[in-house]
């Protein structure tokens, strides 16, 4: 998921990519934690990272499966991506500039965020270690059913 938004905007934006991506995580019923990311373990673009993990029993610990991040400038700077604030009161009608903004002021720089939203191969490693059966069959989560014709169980091939 990627946003390009007004500065005033990303800390808004940042939490609704994590609201999203936590409540499709709780809707399949892995069992998670989010983390908001140390300023160390954060890469160069990022000002602000959030991690979420779920619970691996192969690895008998908490895996990422996904992350969000509010990049803020960072990249628009290097990219040039800007946009022109509307004006705070319409431009005098006086004015012959066209397609100059009028009164709004200069450009300035959006902010970027991302997110993974679903990292598939960690998510499907998830999804088999959580809900695999002694017997070793696989309940699919109810919202991923539609999705599989229906099938509510893996069940393993006999040899």
């Not at 990049?71 to 604030?85: A, E």
């Not at 009608?93 to 066209?98: A, D, F, L, V, Y």
């Not at 002021?105 to 695999?132: C, D, K, M, W, Y």
Request: net charge negative; aromatic share 8%.
């Amino acid at each position: 998921m990627f946003i390009f938004c007004r500065p005033e905007e990303s800390d808004k934006y940042h939490e609704e990519l994590i609201t999203i991506e936590e409540n499709l995580y709780a809707s399949l019923g892995l069992h998670f934690k989010t983390l908001d990311m140390a300023t160390g373990d954060l890469g160069a673009p990022a000002y602000r990272k959030y991690d979420i993990e779920a619970w691996m029993p192969g690895l008998d610990r908490y895996g990422e499966i996904s992350s969000a991040s509010n990049c803020t400038d960072y990249q628009s700077r290097r990219l040039g991506i800007r946009f022109r604030p509307a004006p705070l009161e319409p431009p005098p009608s006086t004015n012959s500039k066209k397609g100059k903004g009028g009164s709004s002021g200069p450009t300035q720089f959006v902010h970027t965020l991302n997110a993974t939203a679903v990292a598939v191969p960690r998510l499907i490693i998830s999804i088999l270690e959580n809900f695999q059966q002694e017997d070793g069959m696989v309940v699919i989560p109810e919202p991923l059913r539609p999705f599989m014709g229906g099938l509510g169980v893996l069940t393993p091939k006999t040899k």
